[in-house]
């Protein structure tokens, strides 16, 4: 049923969110830890494709599964940018954007996650 | 999901945390900016130093900020000539501490900073947990 793949992006697209948040909020609170570089998820394209794995089968028999519990995203460091003496290289500004960014996609995922399940009731009726 | 944006949120208190104790080092040296020694010739106040390291929290697998140890500067102290004070040497120098007011400022500006972002990062985290709280309670 296609609602449900719909919600299932959703529910992905959520998850990769607050996996990002929480790195995000790593980034702020290590903002004047010194060595500390700044962190990042893959974007969410990537962990989609990432995720699309199916497992192997070797028998006909076998229940072709997908991966549909996914993997936690792949954190990257940042090396890049100016780094400080102490070798820390947070730029708040640039986490507190990528925050708000983060914030709004998050409220845009949920208002589509409220209709879609309008769609399902609207179905019901 | 809530486990990461909860996550989120221990992060960002143990920052909270983190930026109130540096704010409080800080406090300490302004107030002992003038903190000589009693006796004669005796060393005066000695500027404390803070340092923040990352730490996991295996319960949540959350990486946090601590402090990761509070030392001494160890820059040398400057000497007054006051021969009235009971800290004053043979010579009638007084050591006074090696606190910078100025550089306690600016620091104190940034670990004010600091602690804005972590509490921004908080309140965000917060309303995407409610957000999708607010999803159980449809209605239309």
Not at chain 2, 19 to 45: H, K, Y
């Amino acid at each position: 049923m296609p609602g449900i793949q719909l919600m299932n992006l959703a529910v992905q697209k959520a998850d990769w969110l607050s996996v990002r948040q929480s790195i995000l909020a790593q980034n702020v609170a290590n903002a004047n830890t010194p060595s500390y570089h700044a962190k990042d998820i893959v974007p969410f394209e990537s962990f989609l494709d990432s995720a699309q794995l199916t497992m192997a089968t070797s028998n006909e028999r076998h229940i072709n599964v997908s991966a549909s519990a996914l993997e936690s995203p792949q954190v990257k460091q940042d090396r890049s940018g100016e780094s400080a003496h102490s070798g820390n290289n947070v730029s708040l500004e640039n986490e507190l954007l990528k925050l708000g960014e983060t914030n709004s996609q998050f409220a845009l995922n949920t208002g589509l996650i409220k209709s879609f399940h309008r769609m399902i009731s609207a179905s019901l009726k | 999901m809530g486990d990461a944006l909860i996550s989120a949120m221990k992060t960002s208190a143990s920052g909270l945390e983190a930026q109130s104790m540096r704010v409080r080092i800080i406090s300490e040296n302004l107030a002992n900016a003038q903190s000589t020694g009693s006796t004669p010739g005796s060393d005066p106040f000695r500027r404390k130093t803070i340092t923040f390291g990352e730490e996991l929290d295996r319960m949540s697998g959350a990486t946090l900020v601590d402090v990761k140890s509070v030392q001494t500067d160890q820059t040398p102290f400057g000497l007054e000539f006051d021969p009235g004070n009971p800290a004053a040497n043979a010579a009638g120098y007084v050591k006074m501490p090696n606190v910078n007011l100025i550089l306690e400022m600016a620091d104190m500006r940034e670990a004010n900073r600091s602690y804005e972002s972590n509490l921004q990062v908080v309140k965000q985290s917060r309303e995407m947990i409610s957000m999708t709280i607010d999803l159980l309670r449809g209605g239309n």
